[in-house]
């Protein structure tokens, strides 16, 4: 079908805008209860400036300043006042601090754990320097452990953007495109299809997808089950059609297939069939990796302001026009791709080379979540700098335990351009290194003499797992990163890397690119897809997310599928389950209670380093040794400059604290940044929460997309750098 071209930006009538993801408003209405009732139940708020009293002193710590946060170490600084009992006027000085970071993506709150205070400055105060040093070091254990890791990532995103990234370079070669203008579903089989036989039926089944896929042999029919719904063809290339009467032993072939398959422990039973009455979706089979992008009806354009950008509206795929070259474009997993004509051909274009409008589309507007995947707009330089920060956990190394399955003996594939080597025939992730084996479930290292266990967990990773390619299917597993052990705990964490969240041409996209060849033999064992779901950015959550609304009874989740997803729990999320996003925002809620030693922050800041019925289990519950108090209306605004000065922002202007008191000095680039920084978090951390925020999601708005608080001006003119 060819789609003629929109000409002009005038004289369009602006249709009705469908909304991307439609049927997943339900789903947040439906949870909008639960994330208020666990908001309610979180009181762990961070709230500065923050008051102690210790050792006959009053302290007031404000903000901390991010330095440096790499892997799960944070380096500040934070401007402090102390008032010594018998004293009628404070000191003023400086913190430099340094903590292990412990990070919540579901509550956006990040532990300082293991806090120290590594030096200080108080320039009016010198000579009792190494006093105050003294005295504010005895008083860390009453100060606030907790601050909103929005307010760091508002910090690090306007006054750390030249922090290193991990990336590499990645496949962007676009996939077979298939345009439909009316309802449609795609199938993917991994290669060439695979048949085995059905247990008791005279059905094969093709393996190597993740649909229900049966051939009957002696009618040369194909049957695609939807559900209960079935859909039939002669091949698999169509056409398709609706079965009207179905053969003998159809249903019990499913039923024996789902029956034998060993279900995944989150999975739970598929959605209703929510497709319109009388709706038979035309289908689409590929051996090879594709995408579907679909309108209902034929395109239906409306003009984006101030640009030379249409967007089609009647679909929930991103697709775009740009009048003056006549020439569509589509964001398919963060990757932008063009063609004259929706049925293609279709080629890669950097996100660099993208049209200037682009980075124009309005941040409030309907088509604003793509703003994420432009380079150098503040949504793609918040991205990057997001998918930087690890979800972080303490191990249990007792109660974490893993058993690797193979399809009959271990047997291993070099990666290429290294000396290590990975198995092949499990569904779970193997490498050999170093002379020994390593293995990852659930963002947890296990390591191990023999492919065949006994399994530990790692408390060290070589670094050589660090260098693995692309190319390779486990590259996800780099990711992943052991930080520090005791005798009792490990700790780990995790970047969106291992999701699938990849930084590439100054953008985060999904997937490596990659078509990996799939394990079949007995079993089959794929390994993660970039193409083929509906993959939404997610800025609360980290992310990408998949839910393939409009096609999601055609497939099915046993556990062996767990990797195509790239470890997503999908594709059958209920309206009230909540479990789906949890699992996603932070994976080692799939871990039994007892693996994972779990912080419950109870009582706000001041009780931050305290746990709830003994925190970690076995470990004694820690006594809350202080009272930090909230200051709800701060006399002072205080910054901690670089030069070891104590500066002070008031409604006319920046003051410097000195011996003498208060000087008004000239605005500083740095210090001003801070502000901005200051309050550009602040407003972040009150978005998520304002309407109970939880589970990595600000309520109201979904999984996708990006937040209404925009980075300040200032730093989108450019103020990037150090301080």
């Known amino acids: 079908m060819s789609v003629p071209f929109p ?252 029956a034998s398959e060993q279900k995944d422990p989150h999975n739970h039973p598929p959605v209703q069939d929510s497709r319109p009455a009388g709706t038979i979706p035309v289908v689409y089979v590929s051996t090879t990796p594709a995408q579907l992008i ?134 779970d992730d193997v490498i050999q290194a170093d002379g020994r084996y390593y293995a990852v479930q659930n963002a947890v290292w296990f390591t191990a003499g023999s492919p065949l266990g006994p399994w530990v967990v790692a408390d060290y990773v070589p670094p050589v797992i660090y260098t693995m390619p692309p190319s390779c299917p486990l590259f996800h597993d780099r990711f992943v990163y052991v930080y520090g052990a005791t005798p009792e705990f490990v700790y780990v964490g995790y970047t969106p890397g291992y999701l699938g969240a990849y930084v590439d041409d100054g953008v985060v996209v999904f997937g490596t690119g990659w078509a990996y060849p799939a394990w079949i033999g007995d079993s089959y064992f794929g390994w993660p897809w970039t193409w083929g779901f509906d993959w939404d950015f997610g800025y609360w959550g980290g992310g990408w997310f998949t839910r393939p609304l409009g096609y999601d009874w055609w497939y099915h989740n046993p556990w062996y599928m767990h990797r195509i997803f790239n470890d997503h729990w999908n594709p059958h999320w209920h309206p009230n389950d909540y479990e789906a996003f949890r699992n996603n925002v932070n994976v080692y809620n799939r871990w039994p209670s007892n693996a994972i030693a779990r912080r419950n922050m109870v009582g706000g800041p001041a009780r931050a380093n305290t746990f709830e019925r003994g925190g970690f289990r076995g470990e004694p519950r820690s006594e809350n040794r202080g009272e930090a108090r909230s200051l709800a209306a701060p006399r002072e605004d205080l910054y901690a400059g670089r030069d070891g000065h104590v500066y002070s922002y008031r409604n006319n202007g920046w003051f410097q604290r000195n011996s003498g008191g208060w000087n008004r000095v000239a605005p500083e680039r740095g210090l001003e940044m801070q502000r901005q920084s200051r309050g550009f978090g602040a407003s972040r951390s009150n978005e998520f929460r304002g309407f109970g925020g939880f589970s990595g999601m600000a309520s109201g708005r979904g999984f996708g997309g990006f937040p209404r608080t925009t980075m300040p001006s200032f730093a989108r003119a450019g103020g990037f750098g150090r301080r």
């Open 7 to 258: 000409r002009s930006l005038s004289g369009e009538k602006k249709p009705a805008v469908l909304k991307r993801k439609s049927t997943g408003v339900t789903f947040a209405v439906g949870i909008l209860c639960v994330a208020m009732a666990m908001a309610q139940n979180n009181p762990a708020e961070d709230s500065w400036p923050a008051q102690v009293d210790s050792g006959g002193s009053r302290i007031t710590i404000y903000q901390p300043q991010a330095e440096s946060w790499k892997k799960n170490r944070l380096e500040a600084r934070a401007a402090v006042t102390v008032l010594r009992s018998g004293t009628g006027m404070p000191l003023y000085g400086i913190v430099n601090i340094s903590a292990r970071t412990e990070v919540d993506k579901e509550s956006r709150l990040v532990t300082l754990a293991d806090l120290k205070i590594d030096s200080v400055s108080f320039p009016a105060a010198q000579a009792s320097q190494s006093d105050l040093l003294r005295d504010l070091r005895a008083s860390l254990g009453e100060w606030p452990q907790i601050i909103s890791l929005d307010r760091l990532l508002a910090d690090l995103s306007i006054t750390d953007a030249e922090r290193e990234v991990d990336s590499a370079p990645l496949k962007n070669d676009p996939p077979k495109i298939i345009f439909s203008a009316v309802p449609a579903v795609l199938i993917i089989i991994d290669g060439q299809p695979v048949y085995r036989s059905v247990a008791g039926t005279a059905y094969t089944r093709v393996i190597n997808t993740p649909a229900l896929l049966l051939f009957d042999s002696a009618a040369g029919r194909f049957y695609l089950d939807g559900g209960g719904s079935w859909m039939t063809a002669s091949s698999l290339n169509g056409p398709w059609g609706p079965a009207a009467a179905l053969p003998a032993g159809l249903d019990q072939a499913r039923a024996e297939v789902l």
């Open 294 to 427: 679909q309108t209902r009806g034929n395109p239906q354009f409306a003009p984006i302001a101030r640009t030379q950008l249409l967007y089609v509206t009647n679909t929930e795929d991103n697709i775009f026009v740009e009048v003056k070259l006549q020439q569509y474009f589509a964001l398919l997993a963060g990757r932008w791709y063009a063609a004259k004509s929706l049925q293609g051909p279709w080629t890669f274009v950097p996100g660099s080379q993208l049209p200037s409008d682009f980075a124009r589309i309005p941040p409030d507007g309907p088509k604003a979540a793509v703003l994420a995947s432009v380079p150098g707009t503040p949504q793609a330089q918040e991205a990057v700098v997001a998918s930087q920060v690890p979800q972080t956990a303490t191990v249990n190394r007792s109660a974490t335990s893993l058993n690797v399955q193979y399809d009959g003996a271990p047997q291993f594939q070099p990666i290429v351009g290294t000396s290590m080597e990975y198995a092949t025939n499990t569904p």
